[in-house]
């Protein structure tokens, strides 16, 4: 009987270990492979959007099952987009998220705007409009405090540089009229569109942004350099000042 009892025992300890260590893995393993094979078959777009930013987690959290991070990051954040436009400080707020996974999010979504970009630079921004208001909502959309930039175009009016002109607090960013001109000199613009984010997700232009931009209007003429509009990019909406009738 003693025999028999170690037989049976050393049978039992036959069971590899790896398999042990697999078995609760499953769940997710297959998970994530039946989500790389739905996008392989074309039919990612019918993924919620949890399960996107769960497929893009798998990537680079490994032996995790990720469903609860990208979850969490949703209820966070709000959306998609805005979880992707987080700070990388930001994101490891949320738990399972290190610092390797918030870079290459971050990253995701510079790829986002870089694709956008590239869309802008193809033809004059004023004949393509629809993707220059896709570019910088992307932009700065998702900014915690008010950044200013300007788009500084040719005389074809193509893009020529894209740079930060200011950021402040949630609700002010100080851009300086003078630095803007001398810029522009330097670049050889012939025109620019001024762009800057309301925090509060209101794209309402204020008293404040419509002087603003009819000061940096009065420095630029005598250079017979041209300010197109003025965007300004709220949560929902990008507002054209020029579109209002408001410069």
Known sequence: MADGGKSKAGT????????????????????????????????????????????????FIPRVDVKPIAKELIAKFGTVSAALGASPERLMEVKGVGETAAAYIRATNLLMQQAARDEVVERPVISNWAALLNYVSLRIKHEKSEQARVLY?????????????GQGTVDHAPVYPREIARRALELSASSIILVHNHPSGDPTPSRADIDLTREIERALAPLEIRVHDHLVVGAKETISMKAKGLI
């Open 12 to 59: 039992s300890a036959k069971v590899s270990p790896a398999k042990v260590s697999e078995g609760p893995a499953r769940h997710y393993h297959g998970h994530r492979e039946r989500l790389r094979q739905r996008v392989l078959d074309g039919d990612g777009a019918h993924l919620r959007d949890y399960e996107l930013l769960e497929l893009l987690l798998c990537a």
């Open 153 to 165: 175009l040719d005389r074809k009016n193509k893009l020529i540089a894209d740079e930060k002109a």
